[in-house]
């Protein structure tokens, strides 16, 4: 074990690391300034069971009604060998072969594997790798493939839905998703994620081809998304371009491997093990997990409601310390540089003399207290 890994091993404790996925990866890009977030990321640490031990309430999930709509409409797509999906592919990517060949790598291996993901992997990157080179005949769809990707110097299988190899040997990944296209508009929070999400699958391939010589751009980073069309369940494809996605994605995840830095901010021996007992409950007081948390740098914005089971307690953290992205995104952009709603007041009101890059916005917060006082007097 590297000097690296024994000491995420020690913030972690007895649990086992929690494997990454392209949607964790994906939430990464969602609040890149969060270290507590990396660390407890690159530990594999879950996040879900600490809030569990804090008390802390559950976001928001799918309904099983949501999600066996999405299983029965990626299905649907992907039946008879892709028989929907390859004149949707043909028409997005303009491809002109008569014929399309299709491999499902959901079906290799069996029940009784003990790796069935390692397996698949293998299977992928074999099959990849031989369509790459010219060995083989390339396969136009790869339905259900696995890749890997290098995150915090741990390999993150990822499985996409599926990769479409072009005629003229270029890779594009293909993302369906259940959301629904209205006259040709998605929604744009729903595709931003979608594309994120897809950005890890774009990383992971092309990590895959240049550590076997061959160049990144044999890898697209125009991504096709396949969606149900307007209020039916008819399949319509729309190519994306996700070259922002992948350039934030990699950025993070070359943040992730500045690890060492953020590791030698913490106290000697800091650790986040719950402690389970013999009936595999945590035992650790949650006084003690709540001092952990506290050395670490959080970064809370509300947006991390819908990605992150801590984001309750940091949100706490950050009313209680009177800090300004408790008030949420806008007004934390508009005082920029300003941390603590206590030196937004001292400026506004003049006890606090602002330096020269605050000039600007003690004004705008002087002019805002005017007008609240003489509102407060008109109602009076």
Do not use: W
Not at 39 to 52: C, E, V
Not at 125 to 138: D, N, Q
Not at 283 to 303: K, N, Q, V
């Amino acid at each position: 074990m590297s000097s690296l890994d024994a000491r995420l091993s020690v913030l972690r404790g007895a649990a086992p690391p929690l494997p990454h996925n392209a949607r964790t990866l994906a939430a990464l890009t969602a609040n890149p300034s969060c270290d507590r977030r990396s660390l407890l990321d690159a530990a594999g640490i879950d996040k879900s069971a600490l809030a569990a031990h804090l008390g802390l309430p559950r976001p928001l999930t799918k309904s099983q009604l949501a999600l066996d709509y999405g299983l029965a409409f990626e299905r649907q797509v992907t039946d008879q060998g892709g028989a929907a999906l390859v004149p949707l592919l043909r028409q997005s990517l303009s491809l002109t072969l008569p014929e399309a060949s299709y491999k499902d790598v959901n079906s290799v291996g069996s029940d009784d594997d003990r790796s069935p993901l390692r397996l698949r992997h293998t299977h992928t990157r074999a099959l990849i790798l031989s369509a790459a080179h010219g060995r083989s005949k390339p396969y136009t769809l790869v339905d259900h493939p696995v890749l890997s990707l290098s995150v915090a110097g741990h390999r993150a299988f990822l499985e996409p839905d599926v990769l479409a190899f072009h005629h003229e040997g270029i890779f594009h990944v293909v993302e369906i998703k259940s959301f629904p296209v209205i006259h040709g508009q998605p929604d744009p929070t729903k595709a931003t994620a979608a594309l994120t999400q897809a950005a890890a699958y774009v990383l992971a391939l092309r990590e895959l081809l240049t550590g076997d010589g061959l160049p990144a751009d044999r890898v697209s980073d125009t991504v096709i998304l396949i969606n149900p069309r307007n209020f039916t369940r008819h399949p319509t494809a729309t190519p994306y371009n996700a070259s922002q996605q992948v350039k934030h994605l990699s950025r993070h995840l070359a943040r992730l491997r500045r690890l060492p830095e953020l590791l030698d901010t913490l106290p000697p021996g800091t650790t986040f093990d719950l402690a389970p007992g013999p009936d595999s409950r945590p035992t650790r007081p949650h006084s003690e997990l709540l001092a952990a948390l506290a050395t670490t740098r959080p970064h809370y914005t509300p947006g991390c409601r819908h990605h992150c089971h801590l984001a309750p307690h940091c949100r706490t953290e950050a009313r209680n310390q009177g800090r300004t992205e408790a008030l949420g995104t806008t007004v934390r952009d508009d005082l920029a540089g300003i941390d603590t709603i206590t030196t937004a007041l001292a400026l506004a009101d003049g006890h606090l003399h602002p330096s020269q890059d605050q000039e600007g916005i003690a004004q705008a917060l002087r002019h805002a207290q005017r007008i609240h006082t003489a509102l407060q007097r008109g109602h009076a």
